[in-house]
């Protein structure tokens, strides 16, 4: 998995924690809490088979807020990205999104922490 490119030596990474990990033939899931410099944290879920890809991309401030969270769980049907969607600063605030990559994601969390958006 994609992740765990991003977990070893990376400068914005405090300490992470597997919380569950299993591959099988043709699947595999991943639940995992990553600890940034800024005490913020991303409580990661993701679930692929050969023919779906189900995630949680939970990022939250050092007082559990909700920052973002990318997910593709099948409600907000009203979206044209559906089942895609994004949690931007609020449960309520629900915008339209993509099939983003937990790359596209760390790089996001990154640049946020060093100031650049």
Do not use: C
């Not at 692929?48 to 995630?55: A, H, I, N, P």
């Not at 997910?71 to 309520?92: C, I």
């Amino acid at each position: 998995m994609e992740i765990f490119n991003w977990l070893s030596n990376n400068e914005f990474i405090i300490d992470y924690k597997i919380l569950e990990y299993w591959t099988k033939t043709d699947e595999s899931y991943l639940k995992l809490k990553i600890n940034f410099i800024d005490n913020s944290e991303l409580h990661l879920r993701e679930h692929l088979d050969s023919e779906l890809k189900t995630y949680s991309y939970h990022w939250q401030n050092s007082e559990k807020i909700l920052i973002i969270r990318w997910d593709n769980a099948p409600h907000h049907q009203e979206l044209s990205s559906f089942p895609h969607h994004v949690h931007d600063g609020s449960e309520e605030n629900v915008k339209e999104s993509y099939d983003i990559t937990i790359s596209e994601v760390m790089k996001y969390i990154f640049n946020k922490i060093k100031g650049k958006d």
